[in-house]
């Protein structure tokens, strides 16, 4: 299966949650750090616990790029543990010149083998285009951040009364000619998330901002359902990972995202 499919059968069958591996050794269990690779193993209980309700895992590259290489081996590893079925995200957020962004493309795409990316625009169309020609692959592009800088460029005012997040949502549209195309689009404020949901169109969309950072599932699936769209994926990473530090990660884990779902449930 290709990326849009993947993601499609899970927005069929109800999932929704993409389980956000932001793996940080300073917060997990103390009792992994006496393990080989704490990391890792963390890794493999929260996949083992998640991956028949998860719609997708996302690997923050920052969280494992500060090991060096024994970090890429780490996720490498990690997307080992996933099953073949569901989607897996760099959040690496690249975006470079032509010849740079040619070979970040091949690494995420080709060496790690992930279904999707997470990708900034700044730059331009040139700076993407080599991630937008995998046709198989998802590329999710930044547009609207759930984090406080957002108003510092994602918010300004354009000369055409649009913000230029609305502007970036308009011109990947026109980008998504081989249907591999996504948005990040920030879950913390719903009143903009209705302004702005029918400009997605068709394109999935990555929301960031719910859980630790105070944006709210229920408003977010309620918003969705209103419009009868069910192309959104809902990232929660510290919410899920950190919420247990006993032995019994494993099943808080599993009833924290049944729970998620069950939220979600009620709004399909």
């Known amino acids: 299966m290709d990326a849009n499919q993947k993601l499609q059968k899970k927005f069929d069958d109800g999932f929704h949650i993409c389980v956000g591996l932001d793996t940080d050794i300073k917060k997990i269990p103390g009792f ?3 393990c080989k ?3 890792l193993e963390f890794n493999k209980i929260i996949i083992d616990s998640t991956f028949k309700h998860a719609a997708s895992y996302k690997i923050n590259f920052a969280f494992y790029e500060l090991y060096g290489s024994k970090g890429f081996d780490d996720i490498s590893q990690t997307l080992e543990l996933i099953p ?3 989607l897996t995200i760099a959040d690496a957020k690249r975006g470079d010149i032509g010849n740079t962004s040619q070979m970040y493309a091949q690494s995420i795409f080709n060496y790690f083998n992930f279904d ?3 990708l900034n625009p700044f730059m331009g169309f040139d700076s993407l285009s080599p991630f937008l020609e995998y046709p198989d692959k998802l590329n999710f592009i930044l547009a609207l951040t759930s984090n ?3 108003k510092d460029f994602e918010k300004l005012m354009l000369s055409n009364n649009k913000f230029l997040f609305q502007h970036v949502i308009q011109t990947v549209n026109g980008w998504n000619t081989n249907n591999n195309c996504g948005i990040v689009f920030g879950a913390t404020n719903v009143k903009e998330l209705e302004e702005n949901i029918q400009s997605f169109n068709s394109m999935p969309i990555l929301l960031p901002g719910v859980g630790a950072q105070g944006g709210s599932l229920e408003d977010v699936a309620n918003t969705f359902s209103l419009h009868k769209k069910k192309n959104y994926l809902v990232n929660i990473s510290r ?5 247990d530090n006993s032995d019994n990660l494993s099943i808080s884990v599993a009833k924290a995202i049944k729970d998620l779902n069950s939220i979600i449930q009620i709004y399909i």
Request: charged residues 5%; aromatic residues 4%; without cysteine.
């Open 239 to 243: 919410a899920l990972l950190y919420l």
């Open 37 to 39: 690779n704490p990391i």
């Open 116 to 118: 999707a990316v997470t």
């Open 148 to 150: 406080n800088g957002a």
């Open 84 to 86: 073949n079925d569901v």
């Open 32 to 34: 992994l750090l006496s």
